[in-house]
């Protein structure tokens, strides 16, 4: 089995290699790579992604990366998006102006609730599961995850949306889950115990 980390200039990728390399308990070889083409043979696929959601996907077209990555989210093979890596699988962002996104989930990536909590944000919080997702297998539901962002993924279809925080005492999404197609908001490389299962349940997906 092959689990690629894609490597396009924005993604955490030491702290994310390691920890996918203690959850398996499966043979794997773990692939951090900027060539697009190993997404033809690769099993699995984590979009990582820290930054700027118009410059991350800039970055993916001057790669050359976006047709492999829409090739291989076809294929419906599994692919984990992480924080920005998550938000750019969204149609548009608002993000410093208006930017298109890979629009493989409908809807838009919006700035965080206005009130006295401080933005960007940064830190640990309590997970509020929306429905009982493979993703959270073996993972209580007062796990916290630790997050940092100034912007959420809002998608028009609220079914897909595994996982919510509170913040300005609204809930904003932290995960979804739409078929083949994984995504958090939150760092699970950085999320300890928790964070590890779950990075586990994709691989074992």
């Given at each position: 089995?092959?689990?690629?980390?894609?490597?396009?200039?924005?993604?955490?990728?030491?702290?994310?290699?390691?920890?996918?390399?203690?959850?398996?308990?499966?043979?794997?070889?773990?692939?951090?790579?900027?060539?697009?083409?190993?997404?033809?043979?690769?099993?699995?696929?984590?979009?990582?992604?820290?930054?700027?959601?118009?410059?991350?996907?800039?970055?993916?077209?001057?790669?050359?990366?976006?047709?492999?990555?829409?090739?291989?989210?076809?294929?419906?093979?599994?692919?984990?998006?992480?924080?920005?890596?998550?938000?750019?699988?969204?149609?548009r962002s608002y993000e410093f102006g208006s930017h298109?996104?890979?629009?493989?989930?409908?809807?838009?990536?919006?700035?965080?609730?206005?009130?006295?909590?401080?933005?960007?944000?940064?830190?640990?919080?309590?997970?509020?599961?929306?429905?009982?997702?493979?993703?959270?297998?073996?993972?209580?539901?007062?796990?916290?995850?630790?997050?940092?962002?100034?912007?959420?993924?809002?998608?028009?279809?609220?079914?897909?949306?595994?996982?919510?925080?509170?913040?300005?005492?609204?809930?904003?999404?932290?995960?979804?889950?739409?078929?083949?197609?994984?995504?958090?908001?939150?760092?699970?490389?950085?999320?300890?115990?928790?964070?590890?299962?779950?990075?586990?349940?994709?691989?074992?997906?």
């Amino acid at each position: 089995m092959k689990l690629t980390i894609l490597d396009y200039g924005v993604g955490n990728l030491e702290s994310l290699f390691n920890a996918c390399k203690k959850t398996s308990n499966i043979k794997i070889d773990i692939n951090v790579s900027s060539n697009p083409k190993d997404l033809s043979t690769s099993d699995s696929l984590i979009l990582p992604g820290v930054g700027a959601f118009g410059h991350a996907m800039k970055l993916l077209e001057l790669n050359g990366c976006i047709n492999n990555i829409n090739d291989y989210i076809d294929s419906k093979r599994p692919i984990l998006g992480i924080c920005l890596g998550m938000q750019i699988l969204f149609s548009r962002s608002y993000e410093f102006g208006s930017h298109n996104g890979l629009n493989f989930i409908k809807g838009a990536v919006q700035k965080l609730p206005e009130c006295e909590e401080k933005r960007p944000n940064v830190g640990w919080r309590q997970l509020i599961k929306d429905n009982e997702s493979s993703m959270f297998n073996g993972i209580d539901n007062n796990s916290f995850f630790y997050f940092t962002h100034s912007y959420f993924c809002k998608p028009l279809d609220n079914k897909i949306i595994n996982s919510s925080i509170e913040f300005c005492g609204e809930d904003v999404t932290s995960s979804i889950q739409n078929e083949n197609i994984w995504a958090t908001q939150f760092h699970p490389e950085k999320s300890a115990e928790a964070g590890l299962i779950l990075l586990r349940n994709f691989i074992n997906f």
